[in-house]
């Protein structure tokens, strides 16, 4: 019994749950977890998940949007939702991995499992281009290999599939048996057992052992014996197939040559050297390369063969990137991968855009196993009108053949030169355009046509990495306390919309910048958040009432000119009262409070939505007396306000290291700053956090230097015994500081800490790499998680909140997103 969907009824018995169905023979095609990523309502069911997030605070949202199957693991009003169908589990994600672990066990197919600490997206990519040519093949998407993900990822499987490559990656004892359950491998692939994601285990050998289960079952087992940390492990697999780069193996390197831009690899093979060529040359990559090499070998794949395949293999872009496009428009660049289920993430990132009023997509011919055209595109078209897509440009044969099925906005063009050609008729302007295609169209070429160019010094931002800081604060808020993101000074320079969008679509409950004009932007560009604004000049008042924007009240002339100027009809507008407790910056005293509520006694034009004060040193045990007192009297001086105006606004006084040390402070919301970009001086080690920002740059020049000669401005740089040194395009103008130069700063090249040279100047600086190997247009990190901001501020006396946001607005931002 081979299944291409279910009923729900078949469901309810294979999860074993209380039932109550309304439509029984209701049909299952897709599984949801997330109610904004939803494609076919009518054939979606919904699992409630209490992640980060509860599910069930979804359901009523999920059932607007039109789902009507559910699998719940608490009690439901049910009879707020007419005609739905029900199933209640004790934990409904068991039950998610339960039903994808069945719908697995009724395909006997190849599976290739793999896990490791680094570089399964990367192999389970490679192994997909590697193979997908003789076979029908099912991945995971992107990077789908968690322990929802990979449910998810396993349930795409169909009846046309003849090979999955499926990734598992775990971060605590314990979760590898449930994915094993669920992708079933029949081959095992360990990348490689590293440091990361170290947390869970009590050691290396204890987390080898649990990566190990995902292989218990598996015929074939392939792996490097130096990563077998003890002996007297018991190895998976009727067969093994070894590979190595430093002892002997059935696939063992000898020699690993670089030229120019690709490295030419050489070993040994059942008593044979071969050699292959590849396209690459970072270690990572070539590592990545030779497990791939294995893993067709023990597949039986001709040693010829291989290296034949392995000489195309093209590299693999993560992630998507939101940049600067012409003509006021934001692009999203995707050419990643070409498959439905990787244009559903990228639509649903598309569609967090509120930049631009209107959602565009460039769209290549697809492909997708064990699909007729008809169904593909058919399928295609109701995604696009259920995430609301304003305008498609189709780009090949295929998709223009089904051009019937789309109803939006819509041109056709043969190929990509076709679309090149015809570029300036298609009056892009002010739109989100999202490029998506298949390899073989070459879309980086639309790319490079539609992008603003960006210039070699460029500051990335990880939006997942952003969203993992969120999340890591929000775990430590008791239930009910809302989230105050601070965006003021460009999200700490860090971006405008790009962050506030995605803030938005994660439900922070308010916004706060620190000016009119910061609050301006963000409602052009569509967000609709609550927004507070620190500095409320009152030259800007009337924006401020037009942009719904919430004044920040800190004295009681501001209140005065606020009162003045809001005019008749208006009433009720939020605002939000500072109090001074010892920053003594801005905020009322005690002295002011008699006055402040005579003012607000009785008013109907204000509404005090939220009292606050700022703490001077939550991270810093010495003065948490000072902290207490400080909380104390916010405390007595919100009693007093309350009691005057007979209602209770929200309370809140924390932020980032408060919400790390004073969880017992969080009263009704927390004000989440530097936490969000991975920054926090209370916690000592910041393993939570995740690195959001990397600054970058390239080589513009290198010299050879004689003893004695001098680098730069006033002679300050000296090689007394000569040496290297590179030109980077990086200066002070973009952010870096002249407090950096002559040695005190430092950057990352080709993995290598130096030392810059010489004073930094207003566009460049110099760095001293003697004794390096680099060339002109190497990369070059001012900072990343390695080389992180804390050390750059130490070096300098400063804070990492100056080293962010002094990176100027004209270093380009990219915004990644996997
Ligand atoms: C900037 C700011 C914050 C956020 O501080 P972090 O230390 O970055 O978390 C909170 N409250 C107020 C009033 C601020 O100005």
Avoid at 410 to 437: P, R, Y
Wanted: net charge neutral; glycine share 6%.
């Amino acid at each position: 019994m081979t299944k291409e969907s279910y009923t729900i009824q078949q469901i309810a018995e294979i999860l074993n749950g209380k039932s109550f169905l309304d439509h029984p023979q209701a049909h299952i095609k897709s599984l949801i977890i997330d109610s904004r990523s939803l494609a076919d309502a009518p054939h979606s069911l919904f699992f409630a998940i209490k992640a980060q997030r509860d599910g069930h605070q979804f359901i009523a949202n999920a059932y607007q949007q039109g789902i009507r199957n559910f699998v719940v693991s608490q009690a439901v009003d049910t009879k707020q939702f007419p005609a739905a169908n029900w199933i209640e589990v004790p934990d409904t994600l068991e039950a998610l991995q339960q039903l994808v672990a069945f719908h697995r066990s009724q395909y006997a197919l190849k599976v290739i499992g793999i896990t490791g600490s680094n570089g399964k997206t990367i192999v389970k990519e490679w192994l997909y281009q590697l193979l997908s040519a003789d076979e029908q093949v099912v991945r995971s998407p992107k990077s789908y290999n968690s322990q929802i993900g990979v449910a998810l990822a396993v349930w795409q499987l169909n009846l046309h599939h003849q090979l999955g490559i499926f990734e598992a990656g775990i971060s605590k004892p314990h979760e590898m048996e449930k994915l094993a359950n669920i992708i079933q491998p029949t081959i095992g692939v360990l990348t490689n057992i590293r440091e990361a994601h170290d947390e869970g285990f009590a050691s290396k050998e204890e987390k080898l052992k649990e990566k190990l289960k995902l292989f218990k079952d598996v015929e074939t087992f392939v792996y490097a014996p130096e990563h077998i940390l003890t002996k007297d492990l018991e190895l998976p697999g009727k067969h093994q197939f070894t590979w190595s780069f430093v002892q002997s193996a059935d696939l063992q390197i000898t020699k690993v040559m670089t030229e120019n831009s690709s490295t030419r690899i050489l070993a040994n093979y059942q008593n044979k050297e071969i050699a292959v060529v590849v396209p690459f040359t970072d270690a990572a990559s070539i590592e990545n390369v030779v497990i791939c090499w294995a893993t067709l070998l023990a597949m039986g794949y001709a040693a010829e063969e291989v290296v034949a395949r392995l000489s195309k293999l093209n590299r693999v872009a993560m992630r998507l990137q939101l940049v600067n496009g012409i003509d006021q428009c934001s692009l999203i660049d995707d050419s990643y991968s070409a498959d439905i289920s990787s244009l559903a993430i990228a639509l649903d990132f598309l569609n967090q855009q509120n930049q631009h009023p209107k959602r565009t997509l460039i769209l290549s011919d697809l492909q997708e196993t064990g699909k007729t055209a008809d169904q593909l595109y058919q399928e295609i078209a109701l995604l696009l009108k259920q995430k609301q897509i304003n305008r498609l440009i189709g780009v090949g044969e295929h998709i223009t053949a089904h051009a019937h099925l789309f109803e939006m906005e819509k041109s056709f063009f043969k190929d990509t030169d076709d679309f090149l050609n015809h570029v300036a008729q298609l009056n892009f302007n002010h739109e989100t355009i999202l490029v998506k295609g298949a390899r073989k169209f070459e879309f980086e070429r639309i790319i490079k046509r539609l992008a603003q160019k960006i210039h070699d010094t460029v500051l990335e931002i990880n939006l997942n990495a952003l969203l993992n800081n969120l999340q890591s604060y929000k775990t430590k808020l008791a239930p009910g306390v809302k989230t105050m993101a601070m965006v003021k000074a460009f999200s700490y320079g860090s971006g405008s919309f790009e962050i506030a969008n995605l803030l938005q679509h994660h439900k922070v409950d308010y916004l706060t910048v620190a000016y009119v004009d910061e609050g301006i932007t963000l409602r052009k560009a569509g967000i609709t958040l609550p927004l507070m604004v620190m500095s409320p000049e009152p030259s800007a008042f009337d924006a401020m009432l037009r942009y719904k924007l919430e004044p920040e009240i800190y004295s009681l002339e501001l209140l005065r000119e606020f009162l003045h100027f809001l005019p008749e009809g208006v009433n009720n507008f939020p605002v939000h009262l500072k109090l001074d407790t010892g920053m003594h910056r801005l905020g009322f005293q005690e002295e002011h409070l008699a006055e402040l509520l005579h003012l607000l006694k009785g008013n109907q034009k204000l509404k005090v939505v939220s009292v606050f004060t700022h703490l001077v040193a939550t991270d810093d045990a010495q003065h948490d007396a000072f902290t207490e007192q400080q909380v104390a009297s916010y405390q007595s001086m919100y009693q007093q306000i309350v009691a005057e105006l007979g209602y209770s606004p929200i309370r809140h006084v924390l932020n980032t290291s408060g919400i790390s040390r004073w969880p017992k402070y969080q009263f009704d919301m927390v004000r989440l700053g530097i936490g969000l970009y991975g920054f926090d001086a209370a916690q000592k080690s910041l393993d939570e956090l995740q690195t959001v920002a990397v600054l970058k740059t390239t080589i513009s020049q290198i010299k050879h230097l004689a003893a004695g000669e001098t680098v730069g401005y006033s002679r300050r740089g000296v090689l007394p015994n000569g040496g290297t040194i590179a030109t980077i395009k990086i200066g002070y103008a973009d952010g870096y500081s002249r407090a950096f130069g002559n040695g005190v700063g430092k950057m990352l090249v080709g993995g290598k800490l130096v030392p810059t040279i010489g004073s930094i100047c207003m566009d460049m600086c110099m760095l001293d790499i003697t004794g390096l190997s680099l060339n002109v247009g190497d990369e070059v990190i001012v900072f990343n998680h390695q080389h992180s901001i804390v050390d750059l501020a130490k070096a300098i006396g400063t804070i990492p909140y100056e080293i962010l946001t002094n990176v100027s607005q004209r270093v380009k931002r990219v915004y990644y997103f996997e």
